[in-house]
């Protein structure tokens, strides 16, 4: 009845013997930055191989993925072998994206090798590509500001004389954290732009420089099998037309305006087919303003979308009971989507861009000191000016001082001189 | 004035540019079961540096770590070469463990060569041998069941003489989740624990078998400079001498019970200066109970130890502002530490021991749609009885629905057949 002494024996004879460990899904991911870094956590909880295409071996994502081959996002070789494995790794189970930066052929082939790509290169051409997203958001009634494709500068000069005199000259594709897009007066400001256009460079439109009250995001997930979850309607702050600060939810917001959102953020998920994580990001304008088909009342209108993680819903790790990055990949893999749920009264992410330190985690120390429960996220980048590093994310009951706790443990991660 | 074409460039640019990362402080970690894998989350989020030694390339954090070199733990060489790096990898700012198995003599060298380690071998000595345990803790007043060494079969006689014909019979070292744990009435059932101790295997002590009303836990946190930061107690349950479930906080706490179990593990802490997460697993016991020296009024007897996470923290990932895995890494760097808060009323922890079917992952589909707010963590460990594969936790309002949740979703996960 009694064991034997070997019952005491060391535990960790067990592991040495242990069999090859059988794998659950592999995600493969197109991109190293710090969207892709922020998915290991829910990979590992929940069993998921990750592997990653980082752009060189010291990106973001590479420093914390155990498989995280190099290439690059237009590189076909490159992207099919993250698809199909070798000897060692198992063929992945779905291909997705932390970045749009993908051409639709490469992810055809990926697609004709028989893994499924999600979101589809025919829902991620409207990430992509803006005259597209317009055009698609037009035709299914979802609201936008007036726009025009400019073929040429005596378009831009039309559409200046039927806005004021005033226009948000984007190009189409390559746009990205402020970057391809330009308030202008004059086609002159943007000669550079139609000159690159003319010669094979990205196609521009004009888009009504919208009067917002400010500007809103809604973040969620749709599976495959049409399944969406949405969190609550966020504020988004701007800085230099960088995502600055974000405030989940957004404060005193309209029911009527939240109800527009949800609507628009959900008709554009199931109109464009989106698979995965969406970020829908809208401006809240006053009162009756006029939609893009002449409508009255649309109280929304929308301005970006993105088909992944997105800097909206970063306070989500924080703050929800299930984070973006969890969403993404259960999304992809047509799992049963998480409760979104926020698991605080008010959550506040205030990114950290650029900084006046070298070295980030220099600054754990003090920000530790300084707020205990700060959630402080380093995403392991070299230092630039505007670049961004991390985010911090406080979680409370009292947004002011939630705010303010964020964005004091943000700069001083920063390094912030200002700061006492 | 107005930039370029090229602020339009592919933002791949600056990335495929970039300098060497810098790096933040490197933790290494001995030991690569589960404890190592769940502190990777954290140690991403704070841009650290995770340095496993892991039994073999496919232990549960040689599955998630980067820098997960192979050795063992008695393994002078693989210790001292996972602090020091080498030309591509920086000696590491400190060594911490994930099991208390690793000898004094290791330590030492690894101190000597200039490293701390935390906790120190003369604090991780009482997690290692339960008779050094018993000692401590009897000096310092911290109150234990009644206890002693067992030289010899005598001894045992005596004991049992003393406390009604029953007791616990430990081995000082190797026992591990109920194993070296036996519960006898004669010393003919250790015969071969007394037999196999005369020739050099572990020493022997008794406890009083001790009449508990429930199990309790305390968890903390200290850092080398002090500071200690405690979560709520908790009351685990236990089957077959292994945690099954624990819920936070313990339900019913009478105040004075609270204070005593908080009192007590603070008192492990500062007076076997403790540093990291530790673990004090206590007795809850009915009324005015006697400890060991007779004082009357002990509420609370201290049965097991450990320096690290543990299992009675895993709700901390899902249930509370900081969790135990950040909480050791902030300890052992010495940085200022999180808030301890829970983050709901009440979690509830449910352990996935064995399993009725080889991959859980396979689970996944069934669990998430059972229950979406269910937090799953699976080990990518192999399936085997009564081992520790994973575990469920459900945070919520009522603990009676929360218990039964969590104990739900972990049967899925187990692919128990009776789950209906």
Chains 1, 2 share one sequence.
């Not at 190099?70 to 992945?92: F, I, N, W, Y």
């Not at 939609?291 to 009342?297: I, L, M, R, S, T």
Request: glycine share 10%; hydrophobic share 45%.
């Amino acid at each position: 009845m009694a064991a034997g002494y070997l019952d005491t024996a060391p535990v960790l004879l067990p592991t040495l013997l242990g069999s090859p460990v059988v794998t659950g899904p592999v995600v493969a991911v197109v991109g190293g930055g710090q969207l892709a870094r922020m998915m290991t956590p829910a990979a590992t909880a929940l069993g998921l191989g990750l592997r990653v295409l980082v752009e060189n071996p010291t990106t973001s994502a590479a420093q914390v993925v155990v498989d995280a081959p190099v290439g690059l996002p237009k590189d076909r070789g490159a992207v099919q072998a993250l698809v199909e494995g070798d000897g060692e790794r198992p063929r992945a189970d779905v291909l997705t994206f932390e970045h749009e930066h993908v051409p639709g052929e490469v992810l055809a082939e990926v697609l004709a090798s028989g893994v499924p790509v999600r979101p589809s290169a025919a829902a991620l051409i409207h990430a992509q590509d803006k005259i597209a997203m317009r055009r698609r958001l037009t035709e299914i009634g979802v609201p936008c500001p007036d726009w025009a494709e400019l073929p040429d500068a005596a378009a831009l000069s039309r559409f200046l004389e039927d806005h004021g005199g005033e226009a948000v000259v984007k190009t189409a594709r390559g746009g990205y954290d402020g970057k391809g897009v330009r308030v202008v007066r004059s086609t002159s400001e943007v000669v550079e732009w139609f000159a690159a256009a003319g010669i094979g460079g990205p196609a521009l439109l004009a888009e009504a420089k919208v009067p917002f009250v400010r500007e809103l995001a809604v973040l969620l997930a749709r599976r495959p099998s049409g399944e969406i979850r949405t969190w609550p309607v966020v504020e988004t702050v701007q800085a230099d037309g960088v995502c600055s600060v974000v405030l989940a939810p957004a404060p005193d917001l309209d029911p009527a305006v939240e109800a527009a959102a949800l609507d628009a953020a959900t008709r554009v998920a199931e109109g464009l087919d989106v698979t995965g994580v969406l970020a829908v990001e809208l401006f809240e304008v006053a009162g009756r303003s006029v939609g893009p088909a002449g409508e009255a009342g649309a109280r929304v209108l929308v301005n970006e979308l993105a088909m992944r993680p997105h800097n909206s819903g970063h306070w989500t790790l924080d703050g929800a009971v299930t984070s973006q990055f969890e969403q993404h990949l259960r999304a992809v893999l047509d799992l049963p989507l998480g409760d979104t749920t926020p698991t605080a009264r008010w959550s506040v992410m205030a990114n950290v861009l650029g900084a006046e330190r070298r070295e980030l985690t220099e600054a754990l120390p003090e920000v530790a000191a300084l707020d205990p429960a700060a959630k402080v996220h380093l995403y392991g980048k070299d230092v630039r000016p505007g670049r961004k590093l991390g985010h911090v994310t406080v979680c409370g009951e009292d947004l002011g001082a939630v705010r303010e706790r964020a964005l004091a443990a943000a700069a001083v991660v920063r390094g912030d001189s200002t700061h006492g």
